[in-house]
C-alpha cells in the first residue's frame, strides 16, 4: 500500500518538490546578500536603538535590500502553501472522480488501510513541503527580523506555514469528496483558502488577544514600538482619544524657534486636544503566542475537514 | 458448507427508489451462475453489496458467511471483483498494475500473473491507458484471478469488448474454473454471452430475482403447454404459470412445473434456456408497462 500511495502521488510531490525548488533558487542568493548587507551595515549595533544614527542607518538598510525583498512583503507567496496543500489533495481525489476505488477498494487491503495510508502520505507530503517552505523564508528573513522585528514576515516564519498547507489540503479533501468534481473542487478550495487566510490576517488576528494601547506626549518616547506589531497610531488627546480638530490648530501653536525651525508647542496642543500619540500594538513578546494560536487555528480546522473528507470517503457507497 | 454467496431479504435503496429489492438467494460453491436480467435490473448493485462497495438498506448479505462490509478485513481476500469499466490506473503501466495486486493481495500469485500476462501477448512497460478495450479487460482479469479469490464477480465482463475479445475472455474464465476451486458470478443482459461459460442461473429484474437455480434443473422443469382455455386454470393450481397467451378457445401456458405434467388434453413442448430466459424478461416487460399504465 505504501508503494502504492506514494506511486499515486509521485507527480504531485514533483510539482510541489519543483515549486519550492524555484523559491530556494530565488531567495538563497537573496538571503546571502541580505545577510551580507546586514552584516556589512552594521546593522546589529541600531537594533533597538533610536537614535538618528540609527534610523538612518535601518531606513539605509531597508533600501538596499532590494525590489525582491518588495515583491516578497507583497504577500504573494502567501499563495504558495495554498497551492502545496490542494495539489497533494488531487490523488485522493482522482481516484474517487474516476472509479478507481472500485478497484483499489476489492483488493485484500481494507477501506480504512487505504485510506490511512493515503491521508498519511498527503499530510507528511504536506506538512514536509510546508517545513521546506518556512525553513527557507524563516531564514532568509532572520536579518530583517533581528532589525525590524518579525511581526512584518508572520505568515511565512516558523511554525503557521505547517498549519496554512494542512488547511488547504482538509479544505480540498472535504471540498471535493462532496462535489466529486476534482477541478471544481480544487478552484473552490483554492478560493477558500485564500478568502480564509485574508479574514484572519486583516480582522481576526489582530483580535487572538486584546491589544496593549498607549498614550504618550510628543516629547516622550513611549513605549518601544520599533519590533512591535502597530495596529493603529494617531494623535489624540491627553486621555487618548483621537485629535478631531482641524490643521489650523498646528498653525496656530507653531512657534519659530531661534534657528527658524518651527516647532508646536505642547501647552497649546494640549488646550486643542492634541499634542499625544495613541498607539494600538501588540509588543513583540507576544509573537510565539500569535503563531501558536493562528497554527492551532488553520491545523485545527484542517484537521475537521480532513476527518469529515475521511468520514465521508468510509461510508460512500 | 457455507455458500459462497447467501443473500436473506437484501435490498438497496437511492433516494426512493429501491435498486435491488427482497433479493433472496444462495449460490453454492464451485458453480458458475449467470446473473441476467434487463439494464438497470439491479445486477451491478447485487454485485457491489456481494464486494461490499455498497452497504445493504434492507436484508443481509454474506460470502463464505461473512459479512463484506463489517468484516472486510476476512471476506476481501477471499472475493474478487471486476467492475464493469474495468479500472485500472491509466497512468500505470502494465506491470506496475501488476505490482499493485502483489501490493495489496497477500495471497497474490505473481507468476501466474505474470504468466497470463506473457501468454496474452500484453506489453509490460506499456501504459494501461494506452491499450485497447480487450487488452484492459485483460490485465483486469489477470488482477482479479491472480489474488487467488474463492469468489469472482464480474460485472457485465463483455459488454464493452468486440465478439473475439468476448471468446478469448470467457475462454479465460472457464480455464480458471477448471484450474481450481473457484466460484464465479457473471453479469450480463444478454444471456447468450453467458450460457456457454454458466452451470446456474439467476434472472433479476425489476429489483427483485425472477428464477434462481441451476440451468439443468430450470431447463428440465420449465414446459410450454397448449391446451383448453377453461382448463387454464386447474394448471395454475398446480404449477407456476410464468406467462400466458389465450386464443378464442385455446390457451398457451408457459410453467414452471412442480412435478409431471400428464394430462392428456394438454400438449407439452420442451423449451430451451433462452426461451425461458425471455419469457420471465417479457414478464418483466409486460409488468412495466402494468405500471407505466397504472
Redesign the interface.
Known sequence: ????SW??QRTETIVAAALLALLAVVFVPEGIHVADLFVHQHVARCINRQTQACSFVLGNFTLSTGSLQGLFASGWFNLVPGLIGVALAVPVLHELE???V??????????RRWLVSKLGFAVGTVLLAAGCFTLLFTWYQQPLDRAFGRWDHFDFEWIVPFGYTLFALGLALAIGVLVRRSAAALVVAYGLYVAGRVFVESWLRKRFITPLSATFGQSSAGPNLSHAWVISEFPSNKAGRPFVGTPGVFQNCAKVGPAGFKHLNQGCMVRHGAGFTHAVYQPASRFWEFQGIETALFGGAALLLIAFAAWRILRT? | MTPALETQGLGRRYGSQWALHGCTLEIPRGTVTALVGPNGAGKTTLLRLAVGLTSPSAGSVRVFGLDPREQDAEALPRVGFLAQEHPLYGSFTVEEMLRVGRELNPGWDDEAAHARIAELELPLKKKVRTLSGGQRAQVALTLALAKRPELLLLDEPVASLDPLARREFLQSVVEAVADRDLTVILSSHILADLERVCDHLVILALGRTQLVGSIDEIVASHRLLTGPRDQAEDVSRMHDVVRESHAERQTTLLVRANGHIYDAQWTVHELDLEEIVLAYLGQDAARRREAVLS
Open positions: 500500500m505504501t508503494w502504492l506511486r499515486q474516476n472509479g478507481t472500485r478497484l483499489a477498494w476489492t483488493q485484500s487491503v481494507t477501506r457507497d
